[in-house]
């Protein structure tokens, strides 16, 4: 199996408009060359970008998500769109992912459970999601955690109970917290025995720098792939899924949990 990361950088002198209409390109682009696609964390308004968040925000079904179902439909790959700024229709804003399939359908939305900023920003801003979320792929199973989720162990234990094999993570993860950023998605990948994939931005999000390096990590912890650094890449690594099942059998450390 193929994925293709896309660094996508955010600039503040580009519009969301703009931004939105070359991602999709961008994923038009791995037709053929990725059977899963994954964007990063809130590509269309920067992570950090808290002024921005209630003017951008979009319901479920608006123009982002009809920008990525028709991109993911073009390439016919299996489409992580990042998140967007959601909007429920009761008011309240959320950071969602969306799965798409290669037909362009919705297969998963995730909200966003642990949300970052302590006493400002998004922990202030936006809701918390509820629930876990997975999305069933013929070769594989995805858990659905985003950035700040990366640092709760927790929530990647309940996501593989229901049956996560890879873990896919899209981030705006800062520059100055990188080493964290690799530390964990490793962690994440040898405690779960899964391979993650950790989609993060480049660029500068309202003068935060951002960490790139997009990585890949196998059930074992080796680093099967990395983004050079923290401009625009695309990172495209070929894994083997059945890896995870080999792995878990043939050091069975799962089956040892008591709590």
């Known amino acids: 199996m193929r994925a293709s990361l896309i660094q996508i950088a955010v600039d503040e002198g580009e519009s969301v408009a703009a931004r939105r209409l070359r991602a999709a390109s961008l994923v038009r682009d791995r037709a053929g060359a990725a059977d899963l696609v994954v964007l990063p964390e809130l590509w269309t308004t920067g992570a950090f970008a808290y002024q921005g968040f209630a003017d951008e925000a979009e319901p479920l079904e608006g123009p982002t998500y009809e920008a990525m179902a028709e991109a993911a439909r073009d390439a016919g790959v299996w489409l992580h769109a990042g998140s967007i700024t959601e ?64 640092r709760f162990p927790e929530l990647f234990r309940g996501l593989v109970d229901a049956g996560a094999e890879t873990l896919v ?74 890896r995870v099942a080999t792995t878990r059998e043939l050091f069975p450390a799962l089956k040892d949990r008591v709590l």
């Not at 909007?87 to 992912?97: C, E, F, V, W």
């Not at 405690?191 to 790139?212: D, K």
């Open 87 to 150: 909007r429920d229709p009761d008011g309240p804003l959320y950071n969602t992912s969306l799965v798409f399939s290669p037909a362009g359908d919705l297969v998963a939305a995730y909200r966003k459970i642990h949300r970052f900023g302590f006493d400002k920003g998004e922990a202030v801003l936006m809701s918390a999601g509820r629930e876990l979320v997975t999305a069933r792929l013929p070769e594989t199973t995805l858990g659905l955690a985003t950035c700040y989720d990366l």
């Open 169 to 242: 993570i899209p981030a705006g993860w800062p520059e100055r917290r990188l080493g964290h950023w690799t530390l964990l998605a490793r962690a994440r990948a040898v405690e779960n025995q899964a391979f993650v994939l950790a989609c993060g931005t480049a660029g500068t999000h309202a003068g935060v720098p951002q960490a790139g390096h997009s990585i890949v990590v196998d059930p074992w912890g080796e680093v099967l792939g990395e983004a050079a650094g923290t401009g625009e890449e695309v990172l495209t690594v070929e894994f083997d899924p059945k």
